[in-house]
């Protein structure tokens, strides 16, 4: 048996400062530990984000709940899957589509080989036809007159505005299919110059630029409209995104931040019916993400909003004008990021199994008036958040303080007042609407974010979202007006330019 190594201690007051060291030590240990694991998690999560599946769903979550002494459990729920038999053979055509007919008629030699033919019916049959896109060339003839009166002659040419764009020769669809094609389609300005040339039209990248910006422009008169349709939806869906900002003159970038806000919702009319409001979104561009930005572009709106636990909304809920409401897509996901790293299913498996139960009360109501929705929640949603809030306080207890579960748990109950107000007072969606960073790509941010940080990802300009060659164009236009004033000879009296 080893012997034992005694420590001789002479006077209390030493025996004080050993206890110190030794309990110095151990909060020392804990801190590392705490920040050991919290790194083992981010560095699991990325390799998740970088090589794994970005769906969101975990095989066997039924098979996950495991009784806990004074913790309740979900309840086993059986799911009855149904399904309508698909029909089969070649889907019908819509009955939308123009529709062109081209009739077939036996030859004349077929014809010859009777003596008397009846025509008795037809077989039409349908096949989808491609017409491809083509650019064309309009023509602007502008009527000019030799104009005399009162021994007085002038010049008179008719007015015509042949382009949106002043001094360009770009119509109206044409700035349409380059905006689409860029925003919606993704299509780079590289491969739309490529689209062009293959019709037969050499279209530089630069002017690609100058036209979307120019356009940019034109539109920005349906901002004001679009955001006071915006802050009248019953509900409002908000979240936010990073994005590079380029500093003047230091050629170094700073994180800016893209603001998204959606308005929906439903209200009741005169007649007591529901009225879905048109769904719109405002995409807002600081150079921060201060809380004065929300608050500033929201200090008017009254009503619901679903968003992140940032901090910066407070302020406007303490208003009392508008009502915080949680989403579950934000608690889920760091639950999710966590079960997805372990090999054996957990706490964090369980978290996700608690929510998907009350997304599957979400999905039979989906389609319901909000009425309806709001008693369903109450009658089967709220039991399961209260047992689901049970849940989350008995384990908080048993965990590291700075451990990533611990925190995904104390996320959630910060969260519970406004998810609580989902449940007993509010007939929206549980889940934040495509606009939220997180609800629709776990890597990416929602589609318009992702889009719009696409096409801006090397510049932004403080003032304003622009794209990144926006000086160079600037640069450029001046330029090319200069030369223009410069060596073209002096046109004639509403000679249109070029």
């Known amino acids: 048996m080893p012997a034992l190594a005694l420590i001789s ?96 008629d036996l030859s004349d030699a077929e014809k010859a080989e009777f003596d008397e033919l009846d025509r008795i019916g037809e077989e039409v049959s349908e096949t989808l036809e491609y017409t491809p896109a083509k650019l064309v060339v309009i023509e602007h003839a502008r009527a000019k007159y030799a104009c005399r009166k ?19 020769n770009a119509g109206a669809g044409l700035l349409t299919q380059i905006l689409v094609s860029t925003f919606v389609d993704h299509l780079p300005l590289y491969r739309q110059e490529s689209i062009f040339k293959r019709h037969g039209v050499e279209l530089a990248r630069s002017t690609l630029c100058e036209w979307k910006l120019a356009s940019g422009e034109l539109l920005a008169v349906l901002r004001a409209p679009l955001i006071a349709h915006t802050l009248s939806a019953p509900r409002l869906h908000s979240d936010d995104t990073t994005m590079p900002l380029i500093v003047g003159g230091r050629g170094s970038t700073k994180t800016a931040r893209l603001w998204g806000y959606l308005g929906a919702g439903a209200r009741r009319n005169e007649a007591g019916d529901w009225v879905e409001h048109s769904a719109s979104v405002v995409f807002e561009f600081t150079e921060s993400r201060e809380s004065i930005h929300p608050i500033e572009f929201l200090k008017h709106y009254e009503g619901y909003l679903q ?77 399961v958040l209260s047992q689901f809030k049970v ?4 384990h908080c207890r048993t965990l590291l303080p700075q451990g990533p579960l611990a925190q995904a748990i104390g996320y959630a109950l910060a969260q519970l007042a406004g998810i609580d107000s989902l449940y007993r007072g509010w007939r929206a969606p549980a889940r934040q609407q495509p606009v939220g960073v997180g609800a629709a790509s776990d890597r990416n941010g929602p589609p318009s974010l992702s889009i719009h940080r696409r096409h801006t990802r090397w510049s932004c300009r403080g003032d304003d979202v622009l794209a990144d060659r926006h000086l160079q164009t600037q640069r450029h236009r001046a330029l090319r007006l200069s030369q223009g004033r410069s060596s073209a000879p002096a046109r004639a009296s509403g000679q249109p330019g070029r």
């Open 9 to 104: 201690v002479d006077s209390p007051t030493e025996f004080d400062v050993l206890k110190a060291l030794l309990a110095e030590r151990d909060a020392v240990i804990a801190s590392l530990s705490a920040q050991l694991e919290s790194l083992k998690q981010q560095v699991l999560n990325l390799r998740r984000l970088h090589f794994g599946a970005k769906s969101e769903k975990l095989a066997g979550q039924a098979e996950l709940f495991h009784e806990t002494a004074a913790i309740p459990a979900p309840p086993q729920d059986t799911q009855t899957i149904t399904y309508k038999r698909r029909r089969r053979g070649r889907p019908a055509l819509p009955k939308n589509l123009a529709r062109e007919r081209v009739e077939y």
């Open 150 to 168: 009162d021994g007085e002659s002038t010049i008179r040419t008719a007015f015509a505005q042949p382009s949106p764009l002043p001094k360009t």
């Open 307 to 383: 968003a992140d636990a940032y901090s910066g909304y407070d302020a406007l809920y303490r208003t009392g004008r508008i009502i915080e409401v949680g989403c579950w897509a934000h608690s889920r996901r760091k639950y999710f990021e966590i079960a997805k790293t372990q090999n054996t299913p957990g706490l964090a498996a369980e978290a996700v199994a608690w929510i998907a139960r009350l997304y599957r009360i979400e999905s039979a109501i989906r389609d319901q008036p909000p009425d309806k929705k709001l008693k369903v929640r109450q009658t089967e949603s709220v039991p």
């Open 391 to 394: 849940w989350l306080e008995g």
